[in-house]
């Protein structure tokens, strides 16, 4: 079973930065696609980015040009660096990883950025 363990959130002002990880661990198989998903209050889970194992990205209109999603193979992390955080970026952020035998999540970390 793999298992995922997030780091890196907090309280941050507004135009802040912060960058979470993602640690994998356990038993690992042929990972494919590593991403960042969030969920605020109230609302749907959503993608917030995502990062193949070819490398190539995918980010939400919402965050496109402020957060950047990096991955490294060789240690199974992946990472999330968010620039200029916003209070709309509030949330709990949940990093998920697909490999050959599923499609797993972690706990989540928060992210609060107050008004």
């Known amino acids: 079973q793999l298992q995922l363990v997030e780091s890196g959130g907090g309280l941050v002002q507004a135009g802040g930065s912060l960058k979470l990880s993602c640690a994998a661990s356990?038993?690992?198989?042929?990972?494919?696609?590593m991403g960042w998903y969030r969920q605020a209050p109230g609302k749907q889970r959503e993608l917030v980015a995502a990062?193949?194992?070819?490398?190539?990205?995918t980010y939400a209109d919402a965050v496109k040009g402020r957060f950047t999603i990096s991955r490294e193979n060789a240690n199974n992390m992946v990472y999330l660096q968010m620039n200029s955080l916003k209070p709309e970026d509030t949330a709990v952020y949940y990093c998920?990883?697909?490999?050959?035998?599923?499609?797993?999540w972690g706990q989540g970390t928060q992210v609060n950025v107050p008004s």
């Open positions: 356990g038993r690992i198989w042929r990972i494919f696609h």
């Open positions: 990062v193949s194992n070819a490398g190539s990205t």
């Open positions: 998920s990883v697909q490999d050959t035998l599923g499609t797993y």
